[in-house]
């Protein structure tokens, strides 16, 4: 393209008129002749001789050289630039997106973050703009500050607010917040200043080509990260004065073998204090072992391992209560089923048995799981108790047989959205298919194996579905017909199987699928409170103790205050606490003033990984976009990349030769005299 000459200060020109100066010296020399005498007239003789031509093209020469000293002056100072008529136009939001996830936390050789020298870098290029050019910032957080356009002097406040979050976002979400601003701009240029970690974009990422992708890839030596992943127990029950073992899961993500240590509060109280060998890339199980308090009916606590290199997943905090047995109601037509008996025996629960016409209403409603065992009939007066037991988030277990009653099953199934019994079937059938993902069999499989001997049945009852079902399959037959499911009432579960606990119909009963499936209907609390809960950009939690209408509130001992937004949604009540929690920590739950139950929330663990992408994946990342790679240097910006620096400043060109011909001038006068 042809490059145009421009004067941004033209009026200087009418200096031009003091060319005239040297021009009427040089007409009119004003030097005096001086007298010289001669003792002969050969000299004189020689003098005539000397030609007049030479003079006259030295004092051309000098005029000429003068003239351009204070011409290039002139242009000099009326300021000429080069302006490329492809760049001609300047850029009318200039967008920056900020990396400020933990990852960026990370030290260079110059012992600064990464997150500093980004705000430096765009801070840099943000003083070239011009007064009236807009700026948008991006963060990970999204926070109002940063959905807004500034003027230069305003977005170098907002930069150094930015602090490091818990957050990340994906390129493509970034993509698409700056054109929400700049799509009906005629020019953008969107900076990416990033450490690129991986996870953080998809495979394929498109942009109108009118967007001009300036990318700063900010690097860092220090790779070296240790976290604690998660922690949980394989016992279910919490009780007090029990001796707990509690499963912690800790990751060394960096090239070396590292010995930490890690220390474990109960309380803010010390309870133990381990060193952990983690090999290189590895993870690790470690069992921490100590006792709950006697007099207390929640714990709160955290795990804490020493690494300096990124510290936001350094701890991991967790909160609990300390429960009672569970209590669970049996009703029989005679005898509890010896198979049943077995498991509900079992020393964490309290077992209650009703015979079918000796129920206690008031009391059915207060356990954690209703067994419904082979009755022949249920009575009609039961269903308001078991409405009851589904809407406060408990369980219902049913098993019919042969004997039941049809009419009488389908009559209640129906009021607790279950399925319809048809007909006592006499067919051989054998389970095939498991619901692995089905949270009854947590903990129960480390992985999925096709060794499981499954159950084979005889006599069985065939289930049939409606639209208005809510259910999920368990285990179903080879041909696909459902055999033990969970139907969803209120904030409950029916479990429900299609036949019955008799050998001679089934083996079901002593099968080993049975146990963990039985066992666990009761254990799988609806109302139970998680360990931990990880914060999102809209962290939104599950808790059936609380009604849509309630009034909840987050506090901690730090002074944080937060009134939280109930949502209402099938069979469970949700908690939304936005964009609100900052800091990971052990809080309390606040329950129309009352306190109602320890909760604990951990940043993500997604930046643990020190997993970046290259130049060459990063190239092939933005390869369908109009991007361009900044050159820095200890992550510096190198180059001048100031958006208005698209013109060529000449001024100093000019100057450089006022001077050189200065120097001309005066070795030629020296050597002339």
């Known amino acids: 393209m042809f490059a145009k000459v421009e004067f941004l200060n033209p009026s200087f020109f009418i200096f031009l008129l003091l060319l005239v100066i ?40 000098i005029l000429l050289n003068r003239l351009l000293i204070l011409s290039s ?34 030290i260079d050789n110059q012992n600064n973050d990464l997150l500093k020298n980004s705000k430096l ?15 948008l910032i991006i963060t990970n957080d999204f926070e109002p500050k940063h ?5 230069p002097h305003e977005a170098i406040a907002i930069i150094d607010s930015i602090k490091f979050s818990s957050k990340s976002l994906k390129l493509e979400n970034i993509f698409r917040k700056n054109e929400q601003f700049a799509d009906t701009m005629q020019n953008n240029s969107l900076y990416l200043f990033s450490d690129f970690q991986k996870g953080k974009s998809s495979q394929d990422l498109t942009l109108n ?67 952990i060998e983690i090999p290189a890339f590895s ?44 209590p669970v109601a049996a009703i029989t037509d005679e005898k509890l089923s010896k198979y049943l008996e077995n498991i509900f025996t079992d020393s964490i629960f309290i077992l209650n048995t009703y015979k079918v016409h000796q129920i206690d209403y008031n009391q059915i409603a207060k356990n954690n799981l209703v067994v419904l065992d082979q009755l022949k009939k249920i009575p009609n007066e039961i269903l308001p108790t078991l409405r009851d037991v589904l809407n406060n988030g408990n369980n219902i277990l049913m098993f019919p047989n042969n004997e039941s009653d049809i009419r009488n099953y389908n009559n209640i199934l129906e009021n607790l959205n279950g399925p319809k019994l048809t007909k006592w079937t006499n067919q051989k059938n054998e389970i095939g298919l498991i619901n692995y993902n089905h949270p009854i069999f947590d903990n129960v499989f480390k992985q999925r194996t096709k060794k499981i001997i499954f159950p084979k049945v005889k006599y069985y009852f065939k289930l049939n579905n409606n639209f208005k079902n809510q259910y999920f399959e368990i285990l179903q037959f080879l041909n696909g017909e459902l055999f033990f499911g969970e139907y969803i009432y209120g904030k409950g579960s029916l479990y429900i199987g299609c036949s019955d606990l008799n050998i001679d119909n089934n083996n079901f009963a002593k099968n080993g699928l049975f146990i963990p499936i039985i066992y666990n209907t009761a254990l799988i609390d609806n109302n139970l409170a998680k ?23 987050l506090v901690n001992h730090n002074n944080f205050y937060l009134i939280a937004q109930t949502l209402s949604s099938p069979q469970k009540t949700l908690i939304n606490f936005g964009n609100n929690i900052e800091e990971a920590g052990n809080y309390d739950l606040i329950l129309h003033d009352k306190f109602l139950e320890p909760i604990s929330f951990n940043f993500q663990r997604n930046e643990s990984k020190m997993q970046f992408n290259n130049l060459t994946e990063i190239k092939k990342l933005f390869e369908k976009t109009n991007y361009q790679i900044l050159d820095l240097n200890q992550n510096q910006l190198s180059v001048d990349y100031s958006e208005n620096n698209k013109n060529k400043n000449l001024a100093h060109i000019f100057i450089i030769i006022s001077i050189i011909l200065m120097i001309i001038e005066l070795i030629l006068l020296r050597r002339w005299n």
Request: hydrophobic residues 35%.
């Open 22 to 61: 040297p021009i009427i010296i040089h007409l009119f020399n004003f030097r005096q002749y001086q007298k010289i005498y001669f003792s002969s007239t050969f000299f004189l003789k020689n003098l005539k001789e000397q030609s007049k031509t030479i003079k006259n093209i030295r004092k051309w020469l």
């Open 73 to 106: 002056l002139v242009i000099a100072f009326s300021l000429p630039i080069i302006k490329n008529q492809q760049n001609n136009q300047k850029s009318d939001v200039i967008s920056f997106y900020i990396d400020n996830s933990y990852s960026m936390s990370r």
């Open 121 to 135: 870098n765009v801070k840099k290029i943000i003083t070239s703009l011009e007064p009236s050019q807009k700026v």
């Open 147 to 151: 959905q807004k356009l500034y003027f």
């Open 209 to 275: 080509k009118k967007y001009k992708i300036k990318i700063a890839i900010l690097e860092s030596n220090n790779n070296l990260n240790i976290s604690i992943d998660s922690c949980y127990f394989k016992h279910p029950i919490r009780e007090r004065n029990q001796l707990e073992n509690m499963l912690v899961k800790i990751t060394n993500h960096g090239p070396e073998d590292i010995t930490s240590k890690a220390t474990l509060f109960i309380d803010d109280a010390i309870k133990a204090n381990y060193d």
């Open 283 to 326: 993870s690790v199980t470690e069992k921490m072992h100590y006792i709950n308090p006697e007099n207390k009916n929640f714990v709160n606590g955290y795990i804490e391992i020493e690494d300096s290199s990124m510290e936001f997943d350094n701890k991991l905090y967790f909160s609990y209560s300390l429960q009672n047995k569970i």
């Open 531 to 553: 360990l931990y809960h990880f914060l999102e950009k809209e962290t939104i939690i599950e808790n059936n103790k609380i009604n849509f209408d309630d009034q909840v509130k």
